[in-house]
């Protein structure tokens, strides 16, 4: 019988006990990952923009070595003397996905389990905003947009034909407070576990911050001062097959222009039209033609970028579900409900973690394998923690099933897959574009 054989799942009565005042603080699952190609690729971590520069997030972290033989089953007197000659140091890593971003992953695998009508993802309640389009209504829920349901599409939107703001259900929603979160529960509990803040609203904001986060970093192989800039370095290139370079009199090229003026974005338009303008009244005769780069026509010589990627040793992800912060969310006097609720929202992160683990895609020249299974733990408090079999889809949404069946016996919360639909703002999808925000 293999180690995580051994181990329990985690229970309901597991999550009722701990989310009652005094219980276990958090819950955890940590996976030790690596290089898909092995150990001698590098990664692409995540990009940020820095003064119009992209660059990655270095960090020092207190890294504690696995001690040997950890995949090796042990008594428990044995793994106690373990953990104990254990030792770490300080260690430069990068992050390779961002605690932003590992929520979104969260949230996108939970709609990726309505859109398949998995039976427990689909019970869960959502507000969504519908924009008309020229191919059609285009959906966008709460889990997606980033301030959940109090993000800028949701109040811009209309609810029968008047603005949202003056919709009952929803200023229900905003004016929830810290005694009785009971609309929110029952409408967008993503709000809830996620974190949302209403940050527009003169006063009365309702702000929740996460009780669950993730990320993934690595350390990085080159522990050396200044190793954090040594990073490889990201080849690019495009090849045309008909030909290498494209420079067309500006009369032609204002004709492509015009021809594809519809679908170019406002700040390619203006590129364009400024090079037909300067090539216009160029008496040299090289600069009186204009490049077709600008709608992707020629070749584009190969160069090298600052950030590429990076080596690393060890990479490692990492899950917290905060009970602490969920004891913080009250829904009424009756405690009992209260309990019932918070239990709901931790089988609900148990599960948004099980379905964000089940996928290991996080972008291009990023490919990661697991090296071992995850290790879920709970805190017991004084030091003392419990381990569980690592979380599964399966399992968690089992889970998921019994929470809301025991929310509704308390009457706390019944969820049977209830939306609430708002309406887009037309001049908001009409004055919409891909370009990158200035």
Known sequence: MSQNESQ??????????????????????????????????????????????????????????KPEGQDEPKKEEDSKDAEKSVKGKSQKVVLIDSKQSELNRAEAAIEQGCQYGDEAAVKIPRAVVTYQTENGPVEYSDMELSHRVFDGHFRAGHVDGKPITENDQYRALRNCTPADMSALLNTAPAALLFGAWDSTRKSNQVRLRSALVGEII???????????????????????????????????????????????????????????????????????????????????????????????RRIIRSWVLSLATLRQLRFGQDEAKNVAARALLAALGLNAIARAERELYIRANCDLIESAAPVVTLDQRFGEKKPFAPLTVEHTDQLLLEAIENAKKAGVADWNGQTFNVDGNSSIIANATAEDAE
């Open 218 to 312: 690595g350390v990085l192989a080159d522990q050396d001062p200044g190793a954090e800039h040594r990073q490889a370095r990201r080849g690019g290139a495009r090849v045309d097959a008909v030909a290498a370079s494209v420079k067309l009199a500006p009369k032609d090229m204002e004709s492509l222009v015009n021809d594809q003026e519809a679908e170019l974005s406002p700040k390619n338009i203006k590129k364009n039209r400024d090079a037909i303008a300067a090539a216009s009244k160029a008496k040299n005769k090289d600069a009186a033609h204009v490049s077709a780069s600008g709608i992707g026509l020629g070749s584009i010589p190969p160069s090298l970028e600052e950030t590429g990627a990076v080596a690393c």
């Open 8 to 65: 329990n799942n985690i229970t309901l009565a597991d999550l009722l006990e701990n989310v009652e005042l005094g219980g276990g603080s958090v819950i955890t699952s940590i996976t030790e990952l690596e290089p898909a190609a092995g150990p001698h690729a590098s990664v692409a971590p995540a990009k940020f923009v820095d003064d119009k520069k992209s660059v990655f997030a270095y960090e020092t972290r207190y890294i504690v070595e």
